[in-house]
């Protein structure tokens, strides 16, 4: 008898405190900023270009071979008149979201910090129609990085 | 052949015909708005946040739900008897529905006030039990049959305490009438003077109606879903609307008899607005109850709930009246006589709770196969 009427209480409190659910597509948990969604580039406020410098090393390292890149040589480089002290640039960039399996190596083995993984809802709700829109090319997949979306991200 | 319906004379088949569509339209309203506080009720106590999508915070789910269900096909199994199986929730869902004439909702906002009111609806209630065992055994699948003839035990046990509890209550009061009834509380509530009877009759309620932790009948993990396995579409809408409307009209007549009604406090006084209010409001702190106990409490075995209705309830229930008749016939001031009756139930209210609580912390035998493997060994 003690021990229902303590349960009650304890169904009481429960109902007194603050639904843990949420509405999930309308209102979204804050993820942290070590969250790990899919890998993006990442961009470069003061040259104004990616970090990227197409050195292959995310490709060569990855373990489903979901990267593609293509270097080309830097028309901002200080040698061609510009301002930027990369002498070779990212071309072309392909990632197939519908095969990264989201371990984290390419941004191990990037030697210029300029890839990341996405800590941001919009790295998780990819869902698309079609699976040849789950490859990503240059424009999306510096786009959160541009956008300034990305949460300060620091090497582990 | 006249009769008075919202002050103006008109033939009694035209009222009586008005009054039943009030009625059924009132119970279906009703049933689905319980159904959408339950769901948001037992969210909450799970921390969740119930139905939210289906219109503004989710008050159309039971529209919607209804809806599904009509839209259903109309199956039957091949072998079940078609009469019985499809009269049954009939013979659930009219009892239930008749049971609607004599609760009081305001001064003289009732279906009709009769003179034997709680005497009926109790005859009334108890009919719906047909339905069940009509519906386990037309059925032909052994689930069915087995939670009917459980629903029928359980049903026939809980039916005795739940008549003490309210004899115990119409001693007190001094009539039948549910009407009189609440009148006679716009002092003083009966739960003040009858604690016991209010435990009683709420626990019989939630046995009555199968809820949790008396859910034996309909226990999923036991027999599927009970009588009603093989039902679906409008048909076990049909029993789930009895089965609300049922709660609903229950909450109703123990707000009647044992939390005042409409009489306390002020009733009389403030007028019919107030009076509905105040039904609405204790109806509606006795389902939250009902809702409250079954988030809470898991399901009973079969020979506890028997056990709990034979041993404890019926005799507490008997030694009420018994001790209810030794007071009242001395035809002392209400005040003696009414102390004398709230000490006397409170302290019966207490023996229960001191029973239970022997009973379920007392030293149990070990099992007999485990004591016989530990002996081998």
């Known amino acids: ?3 229902l009427l303590r349960s009650m209480g304890v169904t009481l409190s429960a109902f007194m405190r603050k639904p843990v659910t949420r509405e999930f597509p309308e209102t979204h948990r804050e993820l942290p900023e070590r969250d790990r969604a899919f890998p993006l580039l990442l961009w470069d406020f003061e040259q104004t270009e990616p970090f990227c410098t197409g050195c292959h090393a995310c490709e060569r390292a990855c373990p489903v071979e979901c990267m593609t890149v293509l270097m080309k040589d830097n028309p901002n480089h200080k040698s061609a008149g510009g301002d930027s002290t990369r002498r070779k640039i990212i071309d072309k960039f392909w990632i197939d979201y519908g095969r990264c399996m989201r371990c984290n190596i390419c941004v191990e083995v990037c030697n210029f910090d ?4 996405n800590n941001t809802w919009s790295g998780h709700e990819m869902s698309v129609y079609d699976r040849a829109d789950l490859v990503q090319d240059l424009p999306q997949l510096l786009s959160e990085s541009r956008g300034g979306e990305l949460k300060a991200w620091r090497a582990p | 052949m006249n009769a008075e319906l919202f002050g103006s004379q008109v033939n009694v088949w035209v009222d009586a015909l008005v009054r039943v569509l009030i009625i059924v339209g009132m119970m279906t309203v009703v049933v689905m708005g319980l159904i959408w506080f339950e769901r948001k009720i037992i969210g909450r106590f ?3 946040l119930g139905p939210t999508r289906t219109g503004p915070f989710g008050l159309l789910q039971s529209v919607a739900d209804g809806l599904k269900l009509v839209a259903k096909e109309d199956v039957r199994p091949k072998n079940a008897d078609p009469w019985v199986f499809e009269l049954a929730p009939y013979f659930v869902f009219v009892p239930t529905f008749l049971m609607f004439v004599a609760v009081p909702f305001a001064f003289g906002f009732q279906v009709r006030v009769l003179e034997l009111g709680l005497f009926y609806v109790l005859a009334v209630s108890s009919v719906s039990i047909v339905g069940w065992v009509m519906a ?5 699948n052994r689930y069915a049959m087995l939670g009917a003839l459980r629903a029928a035990a359980q049903a026939i046990s809980y039916e005795l305490p739940l008549v003490m509890a309210m004899i115990a209550v119409a001693m007190v009061a001094g009539t039948l009438n549910l009407q009189e ?3 006679g509380q716009s002092r003083l509530p009966n739960i003040v003077l009858q604690p016991l009877p209010a435990f009683i009759f709420f626990t019989a309620t939630l046995a009555e109606l199968n809820r949790t932790p008396f859910d034996i009948p309909v226990g999923e993990s036991e027999v599927v879903g009970g009588p009603f396995v093989e039902y679906s579409g409008i048909r076990w809408s049909m029993f789930f609307l009895a089965e609300y409307a049922a709660m609903f009209i229950l909450a109703l007549l123990g707000s009647a008899i044992f939390l005042g009604g409409w009489a306390w406090p002020m009733g009389e006084q403030w007028g019919a607005s107030w009076q509905l209010l105040l039904t609405t409001v204790k109806a509606g702190a006795f389902i939250f109850l009902i809702f409250w106990v079954r988030s809470t409490l898991p399901r009973m ?9 034979w041993k404890v309830l019926l005799p507490f229930g008997f030694a009420q009246i018994m001790v209810n008749g030794f007071i009242l016939v001395n035809g002392w ?8 009756l709230g000490t006397t139930s409170l302290a019966g209210l207490f023996a229960v709770g001191w029973i239970v609580q022997r009973s379920v912390s007392r ?8 004591a016989r493997s530990e002996a081998a060994q």
């Open chain 1, 1 to 3: 008898m003690k021990g």
């Open chain 1, 114 to 117: 300029a890839i990341a993984m």
């Open chain 2, 46 to 48: 799970q921390m969740r």
């Open chain 2, 136 to 140: 386990g055994w037309g059925s032909d």
């Open chain 2, 181 to 183: 009834i609440v009148l």
């Open chain 2, 301 to 309: 075995r079969v020979d506890q709930l028997m056990g709990f209705s």
């Open chain 2, 333 to 340: 001031p209400a005040v003696t006589s009414g102390v004398l």
């Open chain 2, 363 to 370: 030293p149990r035998p070990r099992p007999v196969m485990m």
